[in-house]
Structure formats: C-alpha cells, structure tokens
C-alpha cells in the first residue's frame, strides 16, 4: 500500500526518511521550519545544512506552510525535536486528516512535564487519532541510511495493525522495520541511550579505554531497564533494537552527535560553547534533566543518571564524577 506521507522536520533523520519514503514510491512532502532550506531543496535536491552530499528524490516535495504538508496524507511522521513535538502538534491539529496514522521518530523526555514523546501525543491528539500512534526508534544514524547501508529499527504500537502499516511502510531492501507492542520501553530506550553517549563521550574525552566504555554502556543498560520496569515497560525491549542496539550505536559511533559533545567536555570544554557551535540538537543534554528529575519523581536509582545531571547542570568536574560511580557502596550485579 502506497502512502502520502507528511514529513515534519527536515533535520538530517527527517530528511533521510522522507527521501527512503519517496524512494520505495510513497508521495512524501517535506515539512521544514526554515523558509530558505526549502528553497534551496526545492533548487539543489539536496539539505545542505543538515545532510549535505545527499541527493534527494526528484519525487519529493518541500514546504514551510504546515497546512500544505498535511494536505491530504494518510500518514504523518513528526521527526522534530523533543521539546517541540508538543508546540508543533498542537499547532498541526487543525491540519491533520482525522483518519492519518501518526508516526513519530523523536527521541527525548520532555522537560517541563516530565512526559513521554508518546505522552505528549496522547494529550495532544484526540483519542480517535492516538489509537493510530506509533513510534520509530533504533541505532540508526541518518547519513548510513541515506546511503543505504543496511540497517534495522523497531515500529512500536499499541495496535498491531498500526505498527504492521508502519512497518510495511517503511521497510526496504536496506531499511528492516521489526514490530513491537511495548511503545513506552521503545521510547525509553531512545531518550536514555543519548544521555548515556554523552557520558561515554566524557570518558572518551578523558582518555579512558574500551573497559570504561564497556561498564557505561552495560550499566547504563540497566539504569534504562530500572526506568522502563518503573514505567511500565517490558524487559525485553531494553535488550533489542530500541535498548541495547540503540545505546551501543550512540556510545561508540563517530556519527553520534552526543558522543560528540562528551567527547568535548571531557576534554575541558565547555557545554554553552559546544551546543553554540552546533547545527543540530543532541537531544541527551535536555533529556539529562528530564531523565534526573523523572527517576527521582518515580524512586529509581539512576546513579550514571545523577553524575551526568551534576556535570552538565551544576558544573562538576568529570573525573570526580567518575570517581563517585567507581567508589559507590558495593553490591550484587542485578541489584
């Protein structure tokens, strides 16, 4: 089934789906914020500010006008960041065709409420149009799959039929989709992996080896796992694609925009200068916050969680930071 898809946000994972969109046949318009991006796709065919050396389908179609991107699609994929999914939906209601399935690809915890991307649609969207909610997360960065290396996601939904039509959507020759029913485990998994990279981008910075790297990834697998069980998810999702794929791919890729900014803390620099330099969000330094604020509104022990907060908000240098995790109380593995 061929699909007319909006597109909202044309950063470089936007980007990239709507032109694997537009190349399985799919009539895709691209929303982006910025009137002169979408003159300059509209001329080149290609994104120059977010994913530049990437050609895009002549079948894409661009816009800045929300109306018009929504004009008739029988699917919407909002690929905005965290902390604007709840102003660019609310100000997309009007437009969205009241049967569309709504697919959302951010990866973040919002900060003011402490909610879910998922949350904030379910607020937002009349419950007819959640029932049609889906989420898509897993380790993919947006410049391999614009050039098509194979790669593998989930497709979260509490209706199975919905998350068969994403995933049907979506799925190409190097693009596999997998379906999921936990939607708040997926989404988890997506927002607390970017903190993690940061922190594996510190210890980096700092010039410890694989080992410190290895213990971040595995320890910080089981603050995300504590989160999810806290919030009603399923274990297993925290070991797939969503949960461990995810959190390996951002800790340990150069791709990864939050590596990148730990990366730079640890080498002494400072986190205004950093995210004043860069194009693009690292969704981990606001989902730092939310995740901290979030695991002490629900009881969870979230220690990776506590130091990252203490560096990145109220300037603790790093290495004592790691001091603290290695020196904890001791105590069993699964514990």
């Known amino acids: ?15 990239t789906l709507a032109d694997l969109l537009a190349k399985k046949g799919h009539e895709v318009t691209l929303w982006a914020y910025e009137p002169e991006l979408v003159l300059t796709m509209r001329e080149t065919r290609e994104n120059d500010l977010f994913l530049p050396g990437i050609k895009l389908q002549d079948g894409l179609a661009f816009t800045n006008d929300l109306e018009e991107a929504y004009r008739g699609c029988t699917m ?47 607020e937002v969207l009349p419950p007819e149009m959640y029932a049609r909610f889906a989420a898509l997360s897993g380790p993919s960065f947006a410049r391999e799959v614009a050039q098509e290396m194979p790669t593998a996601v989930a497709a979260a939904a509490a209706d199975e039929k919905i998350a068969r039509r994403v995933q049907e959507a979506f799925t190409t020759s190097f693009f596999r989709v997998y379906r999921n029913a936990d939607v ?38 089981a603050e995300m796992t504590r989160l ?18 995810d959190l390996v791919l951002t800790c340990t890729g150069d791709l990864s925009r939050n590596r990148s900014v730990g990366i730079q803390i640890g080498q002494g620099r400072r986190l205004d200068e950093i995210l004043g330099e860069m194009r693009m969000v690292a969704e981990g330094v606001k989902t730092t916050e939310s995740a901290y604020n979030l695991a002490r509104k629900l009881g969870v022990e979230m220690p ?30 699964g514990a």
């Open 228 to 245: 999810g069980l806290a919030m009603g998810a399923q274990p297993a999702t925290f070991a797939g694609l969503a949960g461990m794929g």
């Open 184 to 221: 708040v485990g997926v989404e988890l998994g997506g927002a607390i992996k970017n903190v993690i990279a940061i922190a594996a981008g510190i210890s980096d910075g700092l010039g410890f080896g694989s080992n410190t790297r290895a213990a971040l990834i595995t320890r910080g697998l």
């Open 1 to 15: 089934m061929l699909e007319k898809v909006a597109v909202i946000g044309a950063g470089s994972w936007g980007t």
């Open 304 to 333: 990776i969680i506590d130091q990252m907060y203490q560096m990145l908000y109220q300037n603790k240098p790093a290495r004592e930071a790691v001091l603290e995790l290695m020196t904890r109380n001791l105590k069993a593995e």
């Open 76 to 122: 919407v994929l909002c690929v905005v960041p965290s902390q604007l999914v709840r102003r660019v939906i609310t100000n997309s209601l009007p437009f969205i065709p009241k049967d569309a399935v709504v697919v959302s690809a951010s990866k973040g915890i919002e900060v003011d409420t402490l909610a879910t991307v998922s949350e904030i649609y379910q």
